[in-house]
């Protein structure tokens, strides 16, 4: 039989009264502290004698029983019944007129805390709603949806099963996480057939929702059986559960989640006999079903996001393979310089003090830096391929053209002085025929050899090291320096445009190729800034484009200073210049040892270009000897 709870105070006049009531009510004197837990479904009631003195008690009350319905007697009209009792009753009353007002008040107390729940459960199931949909980490995810399952039903433990991908081989159940209040869950991953053989798999085979009072007692004609082998393990046992399937809009059970041993308060530890466990009501099993449906959708979108990072990861890496498939010397320099800003990046998240203390990266962030770093130079695909790979200051054919240029002068020359030759027989016969001869073949022969040495410092002037005043003058004589051809044409090695590159300083680039090398940058923010970023890596576009700024405004593209440089593009630029120096032999430089390039970085820092709190961790940390291969 339902019972309800009449507390009264101890010595009251009520109290007679009160244990007269019919056996449906249980009269308990009123506990100092708090309330003994209740039924929901039958909620407890006090009963104050107002005239005979409870009225003077009521100060010292538990602040607790404001909470409960309350009846108050009293003999009108000399006393008016304090606020907070839910009806009152003029004496004399019968035990009858007591018990009929107390089930009205503990109808009433029920319906409103029916209501205050319902309405409780409904937030909550809206917040957890907004919380699933906001977590993207999977892990992550499942446990809160365990978590929040368990604390909305009051289970005390509960298991969570996603069904494996059908093209990873035969359609299975793996057993992806267990939480339990009581016990220690010694947590291993398995997989189970998707059949009628476990509880679980029935679920995911069927859709159907099982819900059991006790599980070591099935239903009639259960096909699934109860797996006993945790419970006899660790001496825990399983007794109410509720198994439902988590399904998608459009039907697709993508997992099933157990809830185990529903109390009456998950705060407390599970009562220690299986008989206080209760089953789980109706309305816990509807909220789960609620969840289930809003795990199935936060799920379902997780793995879409974690797809959609997959798939974005692959194509990263596939355009900067083809961009830097462009020139092969560079291979693998923009995956290096991305494993070095990371690196670099973890290292100042993580410092406790010095100039770095207050800066951090959440993980959304250091992606945005891995991202930008991997498609610094993306830019490239914008800059003419003859100018990217240019090695040497002319291009392979435009110094074979001068070396054609060249034979073309000897034979020239060679049919000049053949020519005299001819018109010296022709008009003096053999008199002094082979004197003449020596000396035009001595001429030829000098004018071969110069040609030769010019074209040996054509061939030294092409490289691209740093070149002596000197040589540039000589060049430029190179260029006015006329050879007369057997028609009378005065024809030079090189053109004066030709020196002019030819005395090029330092490296191979003219001053509009190295223009046009700069502008990758600028190419890289307008590509980048095409990509519809999400919120959180909005600013790849801008930390890629300041990876070759510098804090003396002397970079490019924009000549930022100081602060104006991101933190982020400021640690790029030391991992892309320390890459750039050790990477490999490149057909215009050989490559370099670290501690070399730690000096080069050293004198960058000094002349006030790069960080120099940055380069102090760089160095420290020595991110080279963990980046990956």
């Known amino acids: 039989m339902s019972r309800r709870v009449v507390w009264f105070l101890p010595g009251s006049p009520a109290a007679s009264l009160v244990c007269r009531l019919p056996e449906d009510f249980e009269p308990l004197p009123l506990p100092p502290d708090e309330p003994p837990a209740d039924d929901d479904d039958d909620p407890a009631a006090l009963v104050l004698d107002l005239a005979g003195g409870d009225a003077e008690r009521m100060g010292a009350l ?44 503990c109808a009433h107390a029920r319906h409103a805390r029916e209501v205050d729940e319902a309405r409780r459960q409904l937030e909550e199931l809206n917040a957890i709603g907004v919380g699933l949909t906001a977590e993207r980490d999977t892990d992550t995810l499942l446990e809160l949806i365990l978590t929040k399952a368990r604390e909305i039903t009051r289970s005390d433990a509960g298991s969570l099963y996603l069904v494996e991908d059908p093209d990873a081989g035969p359609h299975r159940l793996r057993f992806k996480l267990a939480q339990n209040d009581t016990v ?31 599980a070591y007692v099935l239903p009639p004609g259960a096909p699934f059986r109860i797996n006993r082998d945790f419970d006899d393990q660790v001496g825990y046992r399983t007794k109410s559960m509720l198994v439902m399937a988590m399904r998608t809009p459009l039907g697709e059970t993508i997992g099933v989640l157990q809830l185990i041993n529903c109390t009456r308060d998950r705060r407390r530890a599970l009562p220690s006999s ?41 194509f990263v890496k596939a355009s900067v393979t083809a961009i830097e498939s462009r020139d092969p010397a560079t291979s693998g320099h923009s995956f290096r310089v991305a494993d070095l800003t990371v690196t670099l990046a973890t290292a100042v998240d993580r410092a406790d003090d010095g100039p770095f203390r207050d800066v951090r990266f959440s993980p959304a962030e250091m992606r945005e830096i891995r991202y930008a770093s991997l498609l610094h130079d993306f830019g490239k695909v914008g800059v003419r391929e003859e100018v990217l790979v240019k090695a040497k200051k002319l291009q392979p054919w435009h ?57 040996e410092t054509v061939a030294a002037a092409n ?65 980048l800034s095409q990509i519809p970023w999400t919120r959180e890596l909005r600013r790849v576009p801008d930390i890629a484009r300041a990876h070759h700024e510098k804090l003396d405004g002397s970079g490019y593209p924009e000549g930022r200073r100081g602060a104006e440089i991101p933190i982020q593009g400021r640690m790029m630029t030391i991992s892309d210049i320390f890459d750039a120096l050790t990477a490999g032999d490149r057909p215009y430089k050989s490559t370099m040892s670290f501690e070399r390039a730690l000096d080069i970085l050293a004198l960058e820092r000094r002349s006030g270009t790069i960080d120099p709190a940055l380069l102090d961790v760089f160095v420290d940390l020595r991110p080279w000897e963990h980046r990956a291969s």
């Open 62 to 105: 538990p602040r607790w029983v404001h909470a409960v319905p309350m009846v108050g007697l009293l003999d009108p009209p000399t006393e008016t019944p304090p606020a907070a009792c839910y009806t009152h009753l003029a004496k004399p009353v019968t035990p009858f007129i007591l018990a009929v007002t107390l089930r009205n008040a």
């Open 184 to 214: 220690t869950v010694p947590f291993v991953e398995f997989t189970l057939p998707i059949s009628e053989d476990s509880v679980a798999g029935y679920v995911a085979l069927s859709g159907e929702t099982i819900c059991l009072d006790d």
């Open 274 to 314: 299986p008989a206080e466990v209760l089953p789980y009501p109706a309305r816990f099993q509807d909220l789960a079903a609620s969840l289930a449906s809003q795990a199935a959708v936060a799920l379902e979108n997780s793995r879409l996001y974690q797809s959609i990072r997959v798939l974005f990861e692959g």
């Open 399 to 455: 110094l074979e053209m001068i070396r054609l240029r060249a034979e073309i002068l000897r034979r020239g020359l060679e049919l000049k002085y053949t020519r005299r030759k001819l018109d010296h027989l022709a008009r003096n016969g053999r008199d002094g025929f082979d004197a003449a001869a020596a000396a035009w073949d001595a001429e030829l022969e000098a004018l071969r050899e110069e040609i030769r040495e010019n074209l």
């Open 463 to 527: 490289e691209p090291a740093v070149m002596p005043e000197d040589f540039a003058a000589s060049l430029r004589g190179l260029s006015v320096r006329a050879f007369v051809d057997h028609v009378g044409e005065g024809r030079t090695l090189i053109t004066p445009d030709e020196a002019r590159i030819l005395s090029i300083p330092r490296g191979s680039l003219t001053e509009e190729e190295y223009r046009e090398i700069q502008s990758h940058v600028t190419h890289t923010f307008q590509f």
